[in-house]
């Protein structure tokens, strides 16, 4: 899946939507420690009062959120595992009777807690619907399309859940005008931030991928692999950071411990060309990703020296220890660059670090920045100075 199906699964989620029609909602209580099921109930999802419904759908778009391999994972399903969650997820799919259902999601509770112990108690929250699609925009002039012709696809998403014990409070009673304890002390389960869910089956161009799950950490870059492998019984993963730094390490490998900012900057622009050329390229439906022939032709293309295929493929083999390993490209180049100093700190985009210097004047180490327009401070504009001003003119040759 991409950000674009993602999103366009997420927004469905909201009351009376004609383009995902939700069937039931499955609640497991699990006591922590024991891991103890204290209460399961599965209920029509228009059943549930409104204000129910909101917060249940919030929960899963919430779950359903954030950077594809930096929170949000696609995952392939392990071949020949028995009984594994992808033959679970997808006969519950087929399934018309609603215990056959609860049966098959118990079973997937089973593996959440045959390990993991927690501290709280959760609960666990599947919802089973069917998402349409418009094949095409609604003619207006024909009156076909729209809503008349759709893809459709049942799907099951999954979120965990804590449950927080409400504190003791005073609270003001309006009618006996006093102070008083608050006695409504239920358990309240916390939909704003979700453990980790699922969505079962991916989408790719509105086309149901029952091979593939869409895996949703905690927080970002911090996947549970165990839940990966045992629970969800996927392959491994490597996150965008993952990637970063083992690029990283590849180019360090190739260039060396010291590197021209301009050069790195080259190389971060490359790869941004290397990714927009290939999402403009209708027929690539798959995330741009570099191998190691793309990476030695990037740095030659960014000014680096000495680099062969036989340089560039041991760097694979040691830092990857799999010389035919590919990145995604797009969680290679960061957001931004951060220069901290103990005078200053510098955050700038990849394509702007070509405009930052490291330098040495008068014997000192220095940044030197460059920029079009003029310096003002607290209102005051800086006087411009040349590097001969203070009576130095050989550190001219330094610039």
Not at 33 to 52: G, K, R, T, V, W
Not at 140 to 163: A, Q, R, T, W
């Amino acid at each position: 899946m991409n950000k674009k199906d993602i999103a366009n699964i997420r927004k469905q989620f909201k009351l009376e939507n004609q383009y995902l029609k939700i069937k039931e909602i499955f609640n497991v209580y699990v006591k922590k420690e024991s891991n103890e099921i204290y209460h399961h109930i599965c209920q029509p999802f228009e059943l549930l009062e409104q204000e129910a419904q909101e917060l249940f759908l919030d929960n899963f778009k919430k779950t359903l959120t954030g950077q594809l391999d930096t929170k949000l994972f696609e995952l392939r399903f392990q071949h020949g595992v028995e009984n594994s969650t992808r033959d679970l997820l997808y006969d519950g799919l087929q399934m018309e009777d609603t215990e056959d259902w609860i049966e098959q999601m118990l079973q997937i509770v089973e593996k959440m807690y045959a390990e993991k112990v927690y501290e709280f108690d959760t609960v666990v929250t599947f919802l089973r619907a069917e998402y349409r699609k418009p094949t095409r925009k609604r003619d207006p002039e024909s009156e076909m399309g729209g809503s008349d012709e759709v893809y459709f696809s049942p799907l099951i998403v999954c979120s965990l859940n804590k449950i927080d014990q409400p504190k003791k409070t005073l609270v003001f009673d309006y009618i006996e005008r006093t102070f008083k304890p608050n006695t409504l002390l239920d358990p309240v389960i916390n939909l704003t931030a979700p453990l980790t869910g699922f969505l079962f089956p991916t989408f790719n161009d509105n086309a149901a991928d029952v091979n593939h799950i869409l895996y949703a950490a905690g927080k970002a870059n911090e996947p549970s692999y165990a839940f990966i492998t045992d629970v969800l019984n996927c392959e491994d993963i490597m996150t965008a950071e993952d990637d970063k730094i083992g690029f990283e390490m590849i180019l360090k490998n190739v260039i060396g411990d010291t590197v021209e900012s301009e050069v790195i900057s080259n190389v971060y622009e490359e790869i941004d060309r290397f990714v927009q050329e290939k999402e403009e390229d209708e027929e690539e439906s798959e995330p741009p990703m570099i191998n190691y022939q793309d990476v030695e032709r990037i740095l030659k293309v960014s000014g680096v020296e000495d680099v062969d295929t036989a340089k560039v493929e041991h760097a694979f083999k040691s830092v990857i220890d799999d010389e035919h390993h590919e990145f995604k490209a797009a969680n290679l180049v960061p957001k931004t660059i951060k220069i901290n100093t103990k005078v200053a700190n510098l955050k700038l985009s990849p394509k702007e670090l070509k405009y930052v210097k490291y330098i040495m004047y008068q014997g000192k180490r220095c940044l030197l920045l460059e920029i079009d327009e003029d310096v003002v401070v607290e209102g005051l504009t800086l006087e411009t100075k040349n590097p001969g001003d203070n009576g130095d003119r050989s550190s001219d040759s330094n610039f």
